[in-house]
């Protein structure tokens, strides 16, 4: 019984609760003709578009720099590197690769930059990150109209200028890595193979890299900055190394969910981006300073199902929209539930 | 010191103010309107938009940051003027009743909110980010599904016509801008909304008085330094959750003023802006996380409205393009707030730096620190 407690108030009461109110929607869903077969294999395509993202968030928060808000600067290297790839005419898996290679250089420049500033800024990294994302949307929304891109999939057409703001991917690289050994039982049901082996190896690469020398120093500069230091760790290279990688992260998270979703989406579309992949890990049990891949799995899962089964059951249960209601109240009481914990703040 | 020394310390102590100076000037001449028109236009929105910003000065003195949760206060106001539009009230009378209903309600959010943010010392900013979002979430539920179900609405007007939720635009006729037009003074091609005015010197005059009072100077012992007041034997949680509810309850005030300016208003949007507006504006005004005063709101406002009235006509005469222009305003907005916020934690460190300095003996570091002093 005390060993069931401490479990629970390890997981957290938030947590327990979205879960049972998942498995509930999943137990209702038949009753109000929501069909379940489309409905896993809807949560399972959301969780392959939304993983990467999730996966982001944990180099910096391993790192003690919290919780990356301004995962938005990825999102814009990766943005870069997929209108870059559709210019260049690239198709199928090549398309796909070379959009995360051609955003790799960005991301790494601007995660760079954005690593520097949060040097600098010690203890106030969540606002200002938050502000630095939105900053960067709204300048590089300046360069989407003005950058000399000429592919006429992608620019207004009677301007011939300045792209769209939703570019479909179809023709390039629709769901490349979804298609990628797809399991289709019956009409309803496809698994998503590829999107979910590709995450897997991502998360794996980043399991991998959290136990080389590199990501134990990261861990130790996260957990104790004054420690690290003392054993001879560069605290300022750790963490920018850990915004790169966050960043980084970032840009492959969007080119694998454009791939899926089918549109590349621009201008203001990366803003709230951060939000949902914060929520998401956060359900998943980290907490503002310690995150791992169970947590990343667990919470894009949880927060994917919730997404997709809540507007189809409630809605369909209730018969109104109240859905999008849920989604806010659910995913804004996760992050202050985590923020509002007694732990340690970061200096 | 040397004047090169000093000339430098002003420009970094003032650097947002000066920086964005220069491009508001640089973009009045290419936007091509009248100087007639702008200062008109920016009187307006002075009377419009100051009370909001004045409403957080008192969590900045309490040392809590900027209020983003003053967005709570402005969903109270909101409640009240819907329910004001529910009874058909005007004129004033419309907006004394939208305020009535909105103080208690707004007591209530800034009491949530001042307990939420005692729990999470040290973020409060990102904290009350979230909160508002939370409670947006909240707000609509009520106003969408609750109001014509639980909350009698017999207006139709204002109803969906599913029965039940309000419209997404409420049209504010009977309220609209009867505060501006109660003693508006024509001077010269000017029109000055003078009641609005008087309200917003009001509100100054308090705040003055306010910071004089126990609870002021509280405030400010706490806002200097918790574990000390603690000591002192000042109620620190208290004193923190009084002055977020105060400053909600001003938002709230501000809210109502700002939208019967507008004359209608957006039931499930207007609030998502009220707080990155007020806080550009008072950063742009020159205060920083730990400081800021009166002034700086005023300044903060003029300089900030008059970029937003001339941008999207300098993006169209410089680019070809009102997008750029207004892409370009949304950028000097969120990037504004995050060039202060990093200038504030990146001069603070230099700070503790420099001290620790001062503590080796550094002659530098000695030097330097009693000129650091607290500010006002």
Do not use: E, R, Y
């Given at each position: 019984m005390r060993k069931l407690k401490t479990m629970v108030q390890d997981f957290g009461w938030p947590r327990i609760i979205i879960f049972f109110f998942l498995v509930a929607l999943f137990i209702a869903a038949p009753f109000v003709r929501v069909r379940i077969d489309s409905s896993i294999g809807d949560v399972f395509n959301r969780f392959g578009q939304n993983a990467i993202f999730v996966l982001a968030m944990v180099p910096m928060i391993q790192a003690g720099c919290g919780l990356n808000f301004g995962l938005s600067i990825g999102v814009i290297a990766g943005l870069l590197g997929s209108t870059l790839s559709i210019q260049f005419g690239l198709h199928g898996i090549a398309g796909f690769l070379g959009a995360v290679v051609l955003s790799a250089p960005f991301a790494v420049l601007f995660g760079w930059l954005y690593g520097k500033l949060l040097n600098k800024v010690k203890g106030e990294e969540m606002t200002i990150s938050m502000y630095v994302g939105f900053a960067g949307v709204m300048l590089m929304s300046i360069f989407w109209l003005i950058l000399p891109f000429t592919s006429p999939n992608m620019v207004w057409g009677y301007a011939g200028k300045g792209l769209r703001t939703t570019i479909t991917v179809e023709g390039y690289w629709l769901r490349v890595l979804n298609d990628f050994l797809a399991i289709r039982i019956g009409p309803n049901f496809v698994f998503p193979t590829g999107e979910l082996l590709f995450v897997a190896l991502c998360a794996f690469l980043m399991w991998l890299f959290m136990r080389t020398k590199t990501g134990t120093a990261l861990t130790a500069v996260g957990s104790n900055p004054d420690y690290a230091r003392a054993s001879g760790i560069s605290v300022d290279r750790m963490r920018t190394v850990s915004v790169v990688l966050s960043t980084f992260l970032g840009a492959v998270g969007i080119c694998v969910f454009e791939q899926s979703f089918g549109f590349i989406q621009l201008y203001?579309?990366?803003?709230?981006m951060p939000f949902a992949a914060v929520a998401a890990i956060l359900i998943g049990g980290a907490s503002v300073n310690k995150a791992s891949m169970l947590n990343v799995v667990v919470g894009a899962f949880l927060f994917q199902g919730l997404l997709t089964m809540t507007p189809s059951v409630i809605n369909s249960a209730?018969?109104?929209?109240v859905s999008e209601v849920i989604r806010i109240v659910v995913s804004n009481g996760i992050i202050l539930y985590a923020l509002t914990r007694k732990t340690k703040v970061a200096k | 010191m040397s004047g090169k020394k000093s000339f430098g310390r002003f420009f970094s102590e003032n650097a947002v103010v000066i920086i964005f100076l220069l491009i508001t000037v640089a973009c009045i001449k290419p936007s091509g309107l009248s100087l007639t028109y702008i200062g008109q236009e920016m009187l307006t929105r002075l009377g419009r938009d100051s009370f909001l910003v004045l409403a957080l000065l008192l969590p900045i003195y309490a040392g809590m940051g900027l209020n983003f949760g003053m967005t709570l206060g402005a969903m109270s106001g909101q409640i009240g003027l819907i329910l004001a539009m529910n009874w058909n009230l005007r004129g004033v009378d419309g907006l004394i009743f939208a305020v009535l209903a909105g103080t208690p309600i707004s007591v209530l959010m800034g009491y949530i909110c001042g307990v939420v943010l005692n729990k999470a010392k040290g973020r409060e900013m990102v904290t009350g980010y979230i909160l508002a979002f939370f409670i947006n979430g909240v707000y609509q539920f009520i106003v969408l599904y609750?109001?014509?179900?639980?909350?009698?609405?017999?207006?139709?007007?204002?109803?969906?016509s599913r029965g039940y939720g309000i419209r997404n635009t409420l049209n504010l006729e009977g309220v609209r801008q009867s505060l501006d037009n109660l003693g508006m003074i024509h001077l010269g091609p000017f029109a000055l909304p003078m009641a609005t005015y008087a309200v917003i010197a009001v509100l100054c005059v308090f705040i003055v008085w306010f910071k004089r009072t126990k609870l002021g100077q509280d405030m400010r012992a706490v806002g200097y330094d918790m574990a000390v007041a603690e000591a002192a034997g000042v109620p620190v949680n208290r004193t923190r959750v009084i002055a977020i509810i105060i400053s909600t309850v001003l938002a709230c005030f501000g809210q109502i003023i700002f939208l019967q300016n507008m004359g209608n208003f957006a039931t499930y949007n207007a609030h998502d802006q009220t707080s990155f507006f007020a806080i550009a504006a008072i950063l742009v005004g020159g205060a920083s996380v730990k400081r800021a005063t009166i002034p700086n709101v005023f300044i903060g406002v003029i300089l900030l409205h008059v970029l937003f009235i001339v941008s999207p006509l300098a993006g169209q005469n410089l680019f070809g393009s009102a997008m750029i222009g207004e892409y370009f305003r949304q950028f000097i907005g969120y990037g504004v707030i995050a060039l202060s916020l990093v200038l504030y934690a990146w001069r603070n460190r230099k700070e503790i730096e420099r001290r620790r300095e001062s503590f080796r003996g550094g002659a530098a570091g000695a030097a330097a620190a009693p000129a650091e002093g607290v500010g006002k």
């Open positions: 203001g579309a990366p803003l709230n209730l018969q109104t929209d | 609750m109001m014509g179900v639980v909350v009698p609405i017999k207006n139709p007007a204002i109803l969906l």
